[in-house]
Each structure stands twice: as structure tokens, then as C-alpha cells.
């Protein structure tokens, strides 16, 4: 049984804490900036272990990133790597998951219960596929990409790093939605989306720039 340590105490490491129990996991705690670890020494029968930075007293365990926002896990990645620093990162797929032929995974990659990824797609490291997702046929998707839960990416989508697809959104086969940029809840996209732009709306449509 491995050791695992998440990275982020909300509702998000609750349920990856979930997932990870189903996957024989054992779970060793959370690192968390927002507890203050002597007040909150426990989260949900699970010890607050310490802060972001205090993964390296616990280098022999394995770590996995459970936080929703794509910028903010990079900066959490790039905090633990910080000068060539190489702590263990997991790849959790849930075994309700149902993945087909010619797959790839990166390291740290989350994909929740009943997603279903067909076949010839690349998805890049530390990405989050949440609960019910369904991605076709040779989608690519880049590093730090979270897509919620619910979303259905048709064929051939290609998805730039630190993309956010929210929950209900939809996403029409061949597109693009390029580095940075966001999808909102329940968007139906049919066209592409250029970097660093939020689109939201049936059909989806530009809202602002993403800074």
C-alpha cells in the first residue's frame, strides 16, 4: 500500500481523498497554506499536516495536487519543483472510469468516477478530468487543464494548457480553445476560443480577456 499526501484541503481533496481510499491508497494527510495546522489538526478524520512547503519532511510518500483552479495548481507544482526538487507525483484514475485504446496520461493527472475517454487521446500532466465526462476520439489535451464535471468534448478538440472547462459545457468536434482561456458553465461551444479569453453562453460567445 502506498503512501499518499493531497495537496489541497477543500472540497476537491475530500473527494480525491475519496478516490483515492478506492484506489488502496493510504491516505497520510493534507498539506494546505489556508490551515493553520496547530488549530486545524484535522479534516474530515484526516491530519492538516502542514503547509505547501512542508512536503519535503515527507519525501518518501507520494503526492497528488487536488486543487480545482489550473493556475493555482501550477504555481503549487512549480513551488514543490523549485530548484530540480522531484517529489512523487500520483496519476489517479478512478476504476469507474472507462478508458479506451491508445490513452496517455501525464503524471499527476486526476480522472474521477464514470469518465469515459475513447480512444487516441493525449492528455498532458496535472490535469483534473472531473465526475462524468465523456472525450472523443483524438482529443489533446495540455498541462493543467480542468475540465468539471458533466462536460462532453466531441473528436478531434484540441485543449491548451491551463484551460477551464466548466460544468455542463459542451464543446464541438474539431475546435480549438487555446492556453489560458475558460469555458463557463453550461457553454455550448462552436467555435474556437483564442488564449486567454472567457467565454460563456448557448452558443458561447467572448465575455472579457483573462489576465
Known amino acids: 500500500m502506498k503512501d499518499l499526501i493531497i495537496v489541497g484541503a477543500s472540497g476537491f481533496g475530500l473527494e480525491v481523498c475519496w478516490l483515492a481510499s478506492k484506489l488502496n491508497y493510504n491516505v497520510v494527510g493534507y498539506l494546505d ?8 489538526n484535522n479534516h474530515y478524520g484526516k491530519p ?36 530540480n526538487l522531484c517529489p512523487r507525483f500520483e496519476t489517479l484514475i ?12 501525464g503524471d499527476g493527472s486526476i480522472i474521477c468516477a464514470c469518465v469515459i475517454i475513447t480512444t487516441e487521446v493525449v492528455i498532458g500532466k496535472q490535469c483534473i478530468i472531473n465526475l462524468n465526462t465523456t472525450i472523443g476520439h483524438e482529443c489533446k489535451l495540455g498541462d493543467f487543464v480542468t475540465i468539471a ?57 467572448f465575455v472579457r480577456e483573462i489576465s
Open 48 to 83: 492538516i499536516l502542514g503547509k505547501i512547503d512542508d512536503w519535503f519532511y515527507f519525501e518518501k510518500s507520494n503526492f497528488v495536487i487536488a486543487v480545482g483552479s489550473p493556475r493555482t495548481r501550477k504555481k503549487i507544482f512549480e513551488k514543490m519543483t523549485y530548484n
Open 149 to 205: 464535471p458533466g462536460v462532453s468534448v466531441s473528436g478531434r478538440v484540441n485543449i491548451g494548457n491551463l484551460v477551464e472547462i466548466g460544468t455542463g459545457a459542451a464543446i464541438r468536434q474539431g475546435l480549438c480553445v487555446d492556453d489560458g482561456s475558460m469555458l463557463g458553465m453550461g457553454g455550448i461551444l462552436t467555435k474556437n476560443i483564442p488564449q486567454n479569453s472567457l467565454f460563456y453562453g448557448n452558443p458561447a460567445k
Open 33 to 40: 497554506d489556508s490551515y493553520d495546522v496547530v488549530n486545524n
Open 94 to 105: 478512478d476504476p469507474t472510469a472507462q478508458i479506451g485504446d491508445n490513452i496517455k496520461v
